[in-house]
């Protein structure tokens, strides 16, 4: 069976397992991000749809023919206590480095070459054996190039950390190619912001 | 009556091929652990350990004491709060194939969710199915308490 036939049978399937029908209560609150980015939320059932965009704002509902109406915004103390444990395990959010590369190359800039030891000092402080280590590139050139340029260095990164005595095992590389520009630009731009590894250490 | 029944099928026919992609890669860690967290996989129930790797297809128990933490690979996060059953139903995050997907089905208990870079990709990606409802969360922090929900 192909993907698309298998996805036009799943979303015939779905809908019964969605109707599980029992009797329960699903309560949704749209939190404010950390970074103060509005994003929202669409709670959706048979019944209906709502938009919840402002924070603490919250809907209740029973089951699925229940039609979502108007929300209401839930006191930051009762949010608290009904989510306090689940509060509580949030891990601690990722910590990002950014280092930037030389035009058409995995030449780190100078600048950014001065900032690995800070990088391994926070790795050896957290003992972390989870890092993320993903290369992009700007929009100068084709598509294989710039896959190619991500990947070498993103593995330039990757080397330097193992030769820094960081255990390769502790490594997940990535290439994102032009994918996920941080600046957005037109194709055949130099962006120097885009040239980069973003290494997270987790 | 008729947007939501549009938006609930957009949400279930959403290209989300992960369902049936390879479950070989993990797709985030366990980072935080209190009291009994279970990982059902298969028919096999594991208890949880920190920086476990979670898959795709995996379910989230937690014991009435239990809560766990877990950071994806698009740096989204979740964590769950005590008696909660989680099921990731689908998990793709590859900017080079341009995928990007994340269903969440909590059957009971509590979570909440900061999401991360698939958002960034694709701002339709994101849901949490409940018994009652699907929310679409598009880049921000939401949190769901089933009540009453599933119990074997």
Redesign the interface.
């Known amino acids: 069976m192909n993907?698309h036939a298998?996805?036009?049978l799943?979303?015939l399937i779905?809908?019964a397992v969605?109707c599980?029908c029992?009797?329960?209560?699903?309560?949704?609150?749209?939190?404010?991000?950390?970074d103060g980015?509005?994003?929202?939320?669409?709670?959706?059932?048979?019944?209906?749809?709502i938009h919840l965009s402002r924070p603490f704002e919250s809907i209740d509902?029973?089951?699925?023919e229940?039609?979502?109406t108007k929300p209401v915004i839930m006191s930051e103390s009762e949010?608290n206590t009904?989510?306090?444990?689940?509060?509580?395990?949030?891990?601690?959010?990722?910590l990002?480095f950014l280092l930037y590369f030389e035009q058409g190359t995995s030449r780190l800039t100078p600048e950014s070459e001065k900032i690995l030891p800070v990088i391994i000092d926070y790795i050896r402080k957290v003992h972390s054996?989870?890092i993320?280590i993903s290369g992009h590139s700007d929009k100068v050139g084709s598509r294989d190039i710039n896959?190619r340029i991500s990947r070498e260095r993103a593995n330039e990164i990757a080397n330097q950390l193992t030769r820094m005595g960081v255990a390769p095992e502790s490594l997940?590389v990535?290439?994102?190619?032009t994918?996920?520009p941080l600046i957005d630009t037109p194709e055949g731009v130099p962006e120097p912001r885009n040239r980069r590894v973003e290494l997270?250490v987790? | 009556m008729y947007r939501g029944l549009l938006f609930l099928l957009f949400l279930l026919t959403y290209n989300c091929a992960s369902v049936f992609g390879a479950d070989s890669d993990s797709v985030g860690r366990l980072k935080t652990i209190n009291g009994p967290v279970y990982i059902l996989r298969g028919a096999e129930q594991t208890a949880a350990y920190l920086d476990m790797r979670i898959f795709r297809n995996d379910t989230l128990l937690t014991g009435k004491q239990g809560s766990t933490g877990i950071v994806f690979n698009d740096n989204s996060t979740l964590s769950l709060g005590p008696d909660t059953k989680f099921q990731l139903a689908s998990y793709e995050f590859n900017a080079l194939e341009k995928k990007a997907c994340f269903v969440g089905r909590i059957r009971r208990g509590t979570m909440v969710y900061l999401s991360g870079l698939i958002a960034r990709m694709n701002a339709e990606a994101t849901r949490f199915e409940t018994p009652a409802a699907v929310a679409g969360v598009r880049g921000t922090k939401l949190a769901i308490k089933v009540e009453g929900g599933d119990n074997e």
């Open positions: 993907n298998r996805c036009l799943m979303s779905l809908p969605l599980g029992s009797s329960s209560r699903s309560l949704f609150v749209l939190l404010p991000s950390p980015h509005a994003g929202n939320v669409t709670v959706a059932n048979k019944a209906g749809e509902l029973f089951y699925p229940d039609r979502p949010f009904t989510f306090k444990e689940a509060l509580a395990a949030q891990p601690t959010a990722p990002t054996s989870d993320s896959i997940e990535a290439s994102h190619g994918e996920l997270v987790r």
